[in-house]
Nanobody, 116 residues
Framework: VQLQASGGGSVQAGGSLRLSCAAS????????MYWYRQAPGEQRELVAG???????DYAESVKGRFTISRDNAKNTVFLQMNSLKPEDTAVYYC???????????WGEGTLVTVSS
């Protein structure tokens, strides 16, 4: 497995979770890392992204609640999720991409369930 996501689980609304996605050095280095999510019956959507130099971007629905970060020494990207809502329930996936380059790498998903 080239990207390994972990950290999902079940939490009550208002709670927090921290997702991790570990990659091999050859995949992680120089690539923008993303978190996506897919709720049941919905399309996969972009949650957050972080460039290799640390610039970040977020979906409007998670701004102020989620924080993406990366540890380049450990080839790992994180998603700190606070103030979770039931609508955050989804399978979360990490992706590694370098503009103009192929392939794009996807990790296996990790399930986040938020109960009201």
């Amino acid at each position: 497995v080239q990207l390994q996501a972990s950290g999902g689980g079940s939490v009550q609304a208002g709670g927090s979770l921290r997702l991790s996605c570990a990659a091999s050095a050859s995949i992680f280095s120089g690539r923008t890392m993303y978190w996506y999510r897919q709720a049941p019956g919905e399309q996969r959507e972009l949650v957050a992204g972080i460039t290799s130099t640390g610039s970040t971007d977020y979906a409007e629905s998670v701004k102020g609640r989620f924080t993406i970060s990366r540890d380049n020494a450990k080839n790992t990207v994180f998603l700190q999720m606070n103030s979770l809502k039931p609508e955050d329930t989804a399978v979360y996936y990490c992706k590694a991409e370098r503009s103009g380059f192929r392939p794009i790498y996807w990790g296996e998903g990790t399930l986040v369930t938020v109960s009201s």
